[in-house]
């Protein structure tokens, strides 16, 4: 049996839920995992979470400057624009963003050339010396080290591919793309097995790329047990300063652009009896731009920064709240294909989901009747769309009936799923075939 893992990762993996709970996954199932994380700190320490093994792999100080100085000279504003502004109204990047990037797209795409073979040569020697049966590389950025990895040692290779490359919220020139498209068709027929994080995805990288369709594994919570708040003391309304009595949204997740919390706290302006609760990741700097914003709109009374909590106490805050709010705007295919952990979240919380337009939420949300989808994405159509919301659950508050089908985004079948695509690769010419998930026959 093929029994030792190397899952290799592009940045330190202490936030990063989906790999852990593939890995927790794997461990209980057997086998050997150990988590080979690229770092920029030469000071960073290795760690362990739920016994797990995070082995930082740092970036050889002669090469990270001038590599990271490639890619960030490359994305300055030109006079104070920003390269990633949104159309408000489509929630889209504009169609040429020429205008918007600085002329740097060359220095940018060598930095991501050099990149990629510096991230080999960062992960080599520790992988090698751990003598992996199969390497599991997240992400474009690590694949083409996995690949070449797993040649090196007659190994076997898993991609996990957490986005959408083609088309990411971070948008790119002709010329960048080309590198990176060339890098992921060059290496993707290498791998052995393809998980993907929605059918939508799957189905495009099979056509890009003329494969089989890939698996799709979830960014499914862990089961969450009602009495495993370990808050101490329990988070309340009163706490938050919060009166009870009032319309209680909350939005989950990493702040960053394109995320929509800009947009949903200027929504807030025209929502004066509503609060929303902010929760998750976000750098001081984004932290200070949206209080900036909800003061310019007068709403920061009723925007209620939290930092992150662990997944055993995320059930607690989200039973505290109304509703969960998802702005995520369509800046990308790769936010339009998402479905990401915060909405089973919200679903196995009971919350009801309100939600932007996107392609795979929208189609979620229909198919098991947990929410409501607004009209657009730009701050107007939320804020009068959730309006007309709001006044429906004041009528007919919300229920959530038990449906049938949504054992198929449990952990314990998202669980078997990963399983499957693991065993499929002990067999010479095995495969995993595994059906699409129930909603993709409204998205698909």
């Known amino acids: 049996m093929l029994k030792k893992i190397a899952m290799l990762l592009d940045h330190n993996g202490r936030h990063d839920s989906r790999v852990l709970r593939e890995a927790k996954i794997l461990k209980a199932a057997g086998y050997q995992v150990t988590i080979f994380c690229l770092n920029y700190d030469p000071d960073a320490d290795d760690f362990r979470i739920n016994d797990i093994l995070f082995t930082q792999c740092h970036i050889r100080k002669d090469m990270a400057i001038p590599v990271l100085s490639r890619l960030s000279q490359a994305l300055k504003p030109v006079g104070g624009q920003k390269y990633n502004q949104i159309n408000q109204s489509t929630g889209q990047f504009p169609t040429s963003i020429g205008a918007a990037r600085r002329a740097g797209s060359i220095k940018r795409t060598l930095g991501w050339f050099f990149a990629f073979s510096e991230n080999r040569k960062a992960v080599a020697d520790a992988v090698t010396a751990f003598q992996p049966d199969i390497i599991h590389a997240h992400d474009l950025f690590m694949l083409p080290a996995g690949a070449q990895l797993a040649q090196r040692l007659q190994c076997k290779l898993v991609y996990d591919s957490h986005e959408y490359e083609r088309s990411r919220n971070d948008p790119l ?62 988070l309340t309304r009163k706490q938050m300063n919060i009166p009870e009595n009032v319309r209680l949204g909350i939005y989950t997740g990493a702040m960053t652009n394109g995320r929509g919390v800009d947009i949903a706290i200027e929504a807030m302006a025209d929502l004066p009896e509503l609060h929303l609760v902010l929760l998750g990741p976000v750098s001081e700097d984004r932290k200070t731009i949206l209080r900036n914003e909800a003061v310019q709109y007068g709403v920061a009374d009723r925007c209620h920064f939290l930092p992150p909590v662990t997944e055993e106490n995320i059930l607690p805050v989200l039973q505290l709240c109304d509703f969960s709010w998802i702005p995520i705007q369509k800046t990308c295919l790769s936010h339009d294909y998402a479905l990401p952990n915060k909405l089973f979240q919200s679903y196995e919380a009971g919350l009801p989901v309100f939600a932007t337009p996107l392609s795979e939420i929208r189609s979620f949300i229909e198919y098991f009747k947990c929410g409501y989808v607004a009209e657009g994405f730009d701050a107007k159509a939320q804020a009068k769309s959730l309006k007309k919301y709001l006044e429906h659950l004041a009528i007919q508050p919300f229920t959530r009936d038990p449906h049938p089908d949504y054992a198929a985004y449990k952990y314990q079948a998202m669980a078997e799923r990963l399983l499957s695509i693991y065993k499929a690769l002990e067999s010479p010419d095995g495969s995993a075939v595994l059906a699409p998930l129930p909603h993709s026959k409204i998205c698909l």
């Not at 097995?193 to 799957?202: C, G, L, Q, R, W």
């Open 173 to 234: 020139t002709p010329l960048e793309q080309k590198m990176r498209m060339r890098f992921e068709r060059k290496f993707i027929k290498r791998a052995d097995e393809i998980i993907t994080v929605s059918d939508s995805i799957a189905a495009a990288l099979a056509k890009d790329y003329k494969i089989k369709k890939p698996a799709v594994f979830l960014n499914i919570p862990f089961p969450q047990d009602p009495d495993s708040n370990t808050l101490h003391p329990p």
